[in-house]
């Protein structure tokens, strides 16, 4: 079992969660980030990840030399924390595009039901990117079922303010500021999210 431990600030990686379009249902994700809940993986989900890690370099390396020929830097060398200390990432990579900066986000799937180029959870994580990095544009590049694809995804400023909006009362509510079932931003839900959040039995 993994310790349970409470967060104070959010992921990229988990905010999707938060308006039903990520891996777990709000309710979880709040749950693992109050540390009611551990984050647990099985042996096929972390033997996925452990892979993954291996590839991620050799990935970067294709983009930066193949397709791009550009160099790609920063990648994954620093955690910071954006939106007024909020949001805690790390970015994959940082390359210039067109003689501005841009992002690269890396990612290596094998889904069936999606290119991950085309999922929302991952505009979203990209978007809290741009937020705290403060740039225009990222790279969404990486292996999908063993073929490289990319995309470049813009800034969307909606997309922005409904992230600051979540962001804000989700860790609100982990400070105990905000009710997480009572006031839960259900309209954010609805416009981007595919599950529901239920109240506890």
């Not at 990520?22 to 749950?31: A, C, I, M």
């Not at 096929?44 to 050799?58: C, F, T, V, W």
Request: aromatic share 12%.
């Amino acid at each position: 079992m993994s310790e349970t431990k409470t967060r104070y600030y959010i992921t990229p990686s988990s905010v999707a969660s938060y308006f039903g379009c990520g891996f777990n249902s709000p309710e979880d994700q709040f749950l693992i980030d109050s540390g009611q809940e551990a984050s647990d993986f099985d042996d096929d989900s972390k033997l996925r990840m452990a892979l993954g890690n291996h590839l991620e370099d050799a990935v970067i390396e294709y983009f930066q030399e193949q397709v791009f020929h550009t160099p790609i830097t920063n990648r994954n060398t620093e955690t910071k924390w954006g939106y007024d200390g909020k949001i805690r990432y790390k970015i994959d990579g940082m390359m210039t595009l067109g003689g501005v900066p841009v992002i690269f986000e890396n990612k290596i799937s094998n889904a069936q039901s999606y290119k991950f180029t085309e999922n929302v959870g991952y505009h979203m994580q990209v978007q809290s990117y741009m937020l705290c990095e403060d740039v225009t544009k990222t790279v969404l590049g990486g292996l999908y079922q063993g073929k490289p694809i990319w995309k470049v995804i813009d800034r969307n400023e909606e997309m922005i303010e409904d992230i600051k909006h979540m962001t804000d009362f989700i860790v609100a509510a982990l400070n105990g500021l905000v009710d997480f079932y009572n006031d839960y931003p259900v309209d954010l839900l609805e416009k981007y999210g595919i599950a529901k959040i239920y109240e506890p039995i």
